[in-house]
Structures are given as C-alpha cells and as structure tokens.
C-alpha cells in the first residue's frame, strides 16, 4: 500500500490518508484481515504527526472499514470493500456533479457536454484495457 500525502490540497491529512486507505480497499489493493502498519510505521513513513494517522485509523474503525486485533495491529474489516466500493462511489458522482455543473455554469451546452463524457469514457476504457 503506497499512501502519499498533499499537505496544501485543502484536504486534511488525516482524510487523505482514510479516502487512500478506502480506495485501496475498494480496488482489493488492502483485503480483508490485512494488517495495516503501526501508526507510528506510518507516521514516520509519511513525516506526519503520529495523532493525524491515530485519527484516521479511529475514524475508519468507526465506518468499520478497519479493526483492531488485540495484540496484533489494525486490520481491515471483512465486508469493508462493499462499504468502501460505496463510498468511492458516492465521492465519484459528487466530483462528477461538481464537475457538470462548473461545465454548464460556464456556458458549456449539455450536448456538448455529453460528447465530450462519451468520449472520456471511451478513453479510459481504451486505458483500462491496454493496462490489463
């Protein structure tokens, strides 16, 4: 699991690590039962205060999308993919009405618009499918 933090997105940090840590889960990179590394591994790794990644390990534990085992570290809840497919899923298509609306707010014409999603799609399908 690579994480890599932005520390002038505008995003905290601790949510930057949770969103990576649920993508990862959500695309099988983490499985169910894997340990994630200590937070102080983690902190050290990406040169942030030891809380900020206590913090997100606390919140994913509360979305159950982590869980602690006692003398062994934090892992990753068995069902955490679905919640974590639905959650990417949910922050997709709120990026992607931020995106529609900025397009027709700045006069893009929706046909216009539709056009040129198509042709994303196809673009990444074609992507997706070399990288297979």
Known sequence: MQLTIEPNNGMPIFEQVMRQIKFAVAEGT???????????????????????????YQ?????????SLRGRGIAVCAGAKR???SDRQTLLGQRLTAVVEDAIRGGLEPERLREMFDKAIK?????EGAQA
């Open 30 to 56: 983490l499985v169910p039962g894997q340990l994630l590394p200590s937070v102080r591994i983690l902190a050290k790794k990406l040169a942030v205060n030891p809380n900020t990644i206590q913090r997100a």
């Open 59 to 67: 919140e994913l534990q509360t979305e159950e999308v982590l869980e």
């Open 83 to 85: 919640r974590c497919v």
């Open 123 to 127: 673009q990444a399908t074609r992507n």
